[in-house]
């Protein structure tokens, strides 16, 4: 089993930048791919980011290429999501998740594990 547990959301200004963090506990002697969905009330979870095991591939929703940084830190088991020039539309609960193999994948069904999920509030 692994656990994660996302931190980082926050209420900030357009504009503004946020970091978040997802760090995995349990069985984490594995190096999975790892990414980041947003679920806004009344609409489906989407994809934003996502990681290989490495840190080498990374991929990205358009709504977020050259805002967003997905990276993570194996030393420390945690991915983070470097949030800049943050927009009202990227108000959501971002929840961090992992795959059981090491690749990277912008689909949500290929995840195993999820978090509980961290709120991001953007105000204008």
């Known amino acids: 089993q692994v656990q994660l547990v996302e931190s980082g959301g926050g209420l900030v200004q357009a504009g503004g930048s946020l970091r978040l963090s997802c760090a995995a506990s349990?069985?984490?002697?594995?190096?999975?791919?790892m990414g980041w969905f947003r679920q806004v009330p009344g609409k489906e979870r989407e994809f934003v980011a996502t990681i290989n095991w490495d840190g080498g591939s990374t991929y990205y929703t358009d709504s977020v290429k050259g805002r967003f940084t997905i990276s993570r830190d194996n030393a420390k088991n945690t991915v983070y999501l470097q949030m800049n020039s943050l927009k009202p539309e990227d108000t959501a609960v971002y929840y961090c998740?992992?795959?059981?193999?090491?690749?990277?994948?912008?689909?949500?069904?290929?995840?195993?594990?999820w978090g509980q999920g961290t709120q991001v509030t953007i105000s204008s």
């Open positions: 998740a992992a795959r059981l193999g090491g690749a990277a994948s912008v689909r949500e069904y290929d995840y195993y594990y």
């Open positions: 349990g069985r984490t002697f594995s190096r999975p791919g």
